[in-house]
C-alpha cells in the first residue's frame, strides 16, 4: 500500500512540473529581470555620426585602431589601462553624456586592415587585454592621469611641461627609449613642392615646435598634419628643386611609446611595469565605482 501511494505521489509530481521542464529543455532556465547585468554605454563620434555603444565594445574598438594586434600580450594591456585611464577621464570631467571623439575601428574596418582569417584571433587579444585589467586606471594622486601614447619616439619621450605649457603632468618626463631608435620606421622621408621653410624652434626632446613658412609662423604638429608627416621631429633639406623633409620617429613623441612597450614586453616586463617606466611616480587603481559617482555628481 505504501509503495502504491509513493508511485501516486510521483505521478503527480511528474505532472505537474512536466510543463515545466519541457518549457526548460525547449528554451533554457529563464533568468529573473532583476539579476540582468546593467551595461553602462557611451555616447561615441564615427566619422559625423554619434552613436551609442557600449563601454567595453567602444574601448576594445579603439585599442584594435590604436595599437598593433600582433604585439605581446604585456604590451596590449598596458594599452588597455591607457585607454580606460583616458575614457573615464572624459567621464569625470564631462559626465556620462560626453561625447568621445577618439576614433576606433568597426567591425568591418577591422577586417578590412587584419583579413577576415586573422579577425576573430586579433580581436580575442584585445578582448583579453582588456578583460584581464578590467577596472584599471592610472592615477596621480587622487586624480586619473593624462596618459597619451605613441607609436614610436625619436628614442626620447617628450617632457610634458614643454609641450602642454603646463607643470600638472610631473609623470610626463623625458625618457631614454633607445629600442625605439632600432626600429625599421625610425626614419622616413618625404619630398614636397619646394617652399621658404626653415625650422625656427624645437624642443628639449628634438621635436620641432614652430616653423615659419613664407611670412607665417606655424607649430610643428600643425607642419607634420598639413605634409602628412610621420612625425613632428623633422628637418628641411633643398634637394634637386624640391624640399626633402627627413622625420624620426612615428607620433607626436608623448608619452608611452608603443615600440618601446612591445620590445619591454618581449624581455619580460609586465603592464604594470612599463606603465611605471612611462608614467614615473604613478599608480594603478581600480576605479569601478567612477561612473556611479559621475551620474551622482550630475
Known amino acids: 500500500m505504501r509503495n502504491r501511494l509513493k508511485k501516486i505521489g510521483c505521478y503527480i509530481i511528474i505532472i505537474v512540473l512536466l510543463p515545466y521542464i519541457v518549457t526548460v529543455f525547449m528554451n ?7 539579476t540582468a547585468v546593467k551595461t ?4 561615441v563620434k564615427k566619422d559625423d555620426t554619434e552613436l551609442e555603444l557600449p563601454l567595453d565594445e567602444y574601448c576594445i574598438a579603439r585599442m584594435a585602431k590604436e595599437i598593433p594586434a600582433d604585439y605581446e600580450e604585456e604590451a ?45 584571433g586579433y580581436h580575442r587579444k584585445m578582448e583579453e587585454a582588456w578583460d584581464d585589467t578590467e577596472g584599471q586606471v592610472v592615477m596621480s ?9 605613441t607609436r614610436l619616439t625619436n628614442g626620447t619621450p617628450r617632457d610634458g611641461s614643454e609641450v602642454l605649457g603646463s607643470r600638472d603632468y610631473p609623470y610626463l618626463k623625458i625618457k631614454d627609449c633607445p629600442l625605439d631608435i632600432e626600429s625599421p620606421e625610425q626614419i622616413q622621408t618625404v619630398t614636397v613642392d619646394d617652399m621658404d621653410a626653415e625650422v625656427t624652434a624645437m624642443d ?42 627627413t622625420t624620426r620617429g612615428v607620433g607626436h613623441g608623448l608619452g608611452l611609446s608603443q615600440y618601446t612597450a612591445n620590445e619591454m614586453a ?21 576605479v569601478a565605482e567612477i561612473v556611479t559617482n ?4 550630475e
Do not use: H
Open 28 to 34: 533554457g532556465p529563464a533568468i529573473p529581470a532583476d
Open 204 to 245: 628639449t626632446a628634438g621635436y620641432v615646435t614652430s616653423v615659419r613658412v613664407g611670412q607665417e609662423t606655424v607649430n610643428g604638429e600643425e607642419f607634420r598634419q598639413t605634409y602628412g608627416l610621420a612625425s613632428s621631429c623633422f628637418i628641411l633639406q633643398k634637394y634637386d628643386g624640391k624640399l626633402r623633409i
Open 141 to 149: 594622486g587622487e586624480d586619473l592621469a593624462n596618459t597619451p601614447f
Open 76 to 120: 596590449l594591456k598596458a594599452q588597455a589601462v591607457l585607454v580606460r585611464t583616458s575614457v573615464y577621464k572624459s567621464i569625470k570631467e564631462g559626465g556620462t553624456q560626453v561625447l568621445l571623439e577618439d576614433d576606433f575601428w568597426t567591425e568591418e574596418e577591422m577586417r578590412q586592415q587584419w583579413g577576415d582569417s586573422r579577425y576573430s
Open 294 to 297: 559621475s551620474q551622482d555628481t
Open 40 to 43: 553602462t554605454c557611451v555616447k
Open 266 to 286: 618581449k624581455e619580460g616586463k609586465d603592464a604594470a611595469e612599463i606603465l611605471q617606466y612611462f608614467f614615473e611616480g604613478t599608480e594603478i587603481r581600480e
